[in-house]
């Protein structure tokens, strides 16, 4: 094929991403020059590590330790930014579409905190801004978001969304086992990260749901202000509860339109094992997406590795190349970003499960049943789990309910007497 008029890639960033992207484009150039129609290379990249671009990239191909240097080399058509995190990251990626250069990202973190403004930056500055790799791994969500359901109004996205707290939490309901044993034999595996506090803590899954939201609701969404509770406090018991009762639990990344505005929350959740997300297992990923016209579609597939996000950096490249090559960049509009409001916490309606250990007398179970009727709370089943040395455990599945009236019941059943402990509340997702 010809050597003539080849479209430059930059990589900045050669981590697991960088690799698997620099191999996917040197393994498929044929492939991509066939669709493209003109030949796509990797002509620089930028990593601090230098001895490992040495030794790792193919002679012709400029290795560096600067960024800044890669984004002005007037051979780079495409600068992909491959470092993850704001700063400076954000810098590189501002500086590349100042300058005209079409980007390609794979940051969660940079998109949810800034976008929108990135987006309308690439707009100004007729460049293409692509993200694919951002949510899902290498499952195709942000590009099916912006073309292929755009006929849609979304209605709602439910996700799971992070792989390392999949991966934990399949382990638990399948052989069992406390969330601290499993979460170390992911570390030894590689599926979680020395500090896995990211995951656990639910805010990788939190920027993710706010990309989603934000492309799905064509919103402008503080990540701060979008409930978020990691698997920390979660025990085995629970998953086990849950599993009985016909549910497996998930770190659900949850956004939905209101006629007020979005509700937007991610939490572990009970789901009904009838629901295709509950039987996603292991490092997979999957995103549910409800629109008005087409109903209920799921995409489904490995939410991380360097081949699967590279997958999608490079299905990103290969548009842009296509763009460069007719002559459209820019041609996808940046949408119209409003400031929608976020629904307070205190008025999201959901279902719980709750677990509490009470004393083994008679009443207790009239009493907690008043102070739930007292705040609202319908109750749709209790199981009593145990009664060992004069202390039972019961576990309550309520009717849908405002997150601020189970509050306030569960408040005040902790100050009744024979009520020891209330030890877990999680939200059950039909
Ligand atoms: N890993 C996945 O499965 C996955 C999946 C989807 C999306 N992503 C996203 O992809 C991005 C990259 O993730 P990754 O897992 O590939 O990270 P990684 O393995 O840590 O790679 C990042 C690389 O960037 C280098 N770097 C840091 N600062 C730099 C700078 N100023 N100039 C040049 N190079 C610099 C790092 O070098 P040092 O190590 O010396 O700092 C490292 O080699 C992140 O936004 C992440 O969220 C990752």
Do not use: W
């Not at 058509?77 to 590349?96: D, K, Q, S, T």
């Not at 100042?98 to 905190?113: D, P, Q, R, S």
């Not at 094992?273 to 087409?294: Q, R």
């Not at 960049?329 to 940046?334: A, V």
């Amino acid at each position: 094929m010809s050597d003539q008029g080849v479209i430059g890639v930059g990589i900045i960033g050669f981590g697991i991403v960088g690799q698997g992207t620099y191999s996917i484009l040197r393994d498929n150039a044929e492939t991509i020059e066939r669709q493209v129609g003109r030949p796509v290379r990797v002509v620089s990249v930028a990593d601090l590590r230098t001895e490992l671009l040495k030794e790792k990239l193919d002679p012709n191909v400029r290795a560096s330790a600067d960024a800044e240097a890669l984004i002005r080399d007037p051979d780079v058509h495409i600068v992909c930014e491959l470092i993850g995190g704001v700063n400076p990251a954000g810098r590189f990626v501002r500086m590349a579409l100042e300058a005209g250069k079409h980007v390609v990202v794979a940051n969660k973190e940079l998109l949810a905190k800034q976008g929108p403004q990135l987006l309308e930056l690439a707009e100004k500055n007729s460049a293409d801004f692509y993200f694919e790799a951002s949510v899902g791994g290498g499952i195709p969500i942000i590009s099916p978001l912006r073309i292929g359901l755009a006929g849609n109004q979304i209605e709602k996205i439910i996700g799971i969304v992070n792989g390392t707290t999949n991966y934990i939490l399949t382990r638990m309901s399948g052989e069992g086992g406390s969330l601290e044993d499993v979460l170390r034999e992911a570390q030894a595996l590689g599926y979680a990260e020395s500090d896995p506090t990211n995951d656990i803590e639910g805010y990788d899954a939190r920027y993710k749901i706010t990309i989603l939201a934000s492309l799905g609701f064509h919103a402008r969404l503080n990540v701060d202000q979008i409930l978020c509770e990691g698997i920390s406090g979660l025990k085995a018991t629970d998953v086990n509860n849950a599993r009985d009762l016909g549910y497996n639990i998930k770190l659900l990344a949850v956004a939905k339109r209101t006629p007020d505005g979005i509700e937007a929350r991610v939490h572990p959740a009970l789901v009904p094992l009838s629901h295709p997300i509950a039987s996603v297992s292991g490092v997979n990923n999957a995103i549910f997406v409800t629109g008005d016209a087409v109903g209920d579609i799921m995409v489904y597939g490995p939410g991380a590795g360097g081949m699967a996000a590279g997958s999608a950096v490079v299905g990103d490249i290969v548009e842009v190349s296509r763009n460069i090559v007719s002559g459209s960049n820019g041609r996808l509009k940046t949408l119209e970003f409003r400031d929608l409001p976020v629904q307070a916490t205190g008025d999201i309606v959901c279902r719980y499960y709750a677990r509490m250990r009470v004393e083994d007398h008679p009443g207790v179970l009239a009493a907690i049943a008043t102070q739930f009727g007292d705040c609202d709370v319908s109750i749709a089943s209790m199981v009593q789990k145990t009664a060992e040395d004069g202390v039972a455990e019961l576990v309550f599945l309520t009717h849908e309910v405002k997150e601020r009236d189970i509050q306030e019941a569960l408040e005040r059943i902790r100050q009744l007497d024979d009520v020891d402990e209330i030890c877990s509340v999680i939200r059950v997702e039909e």
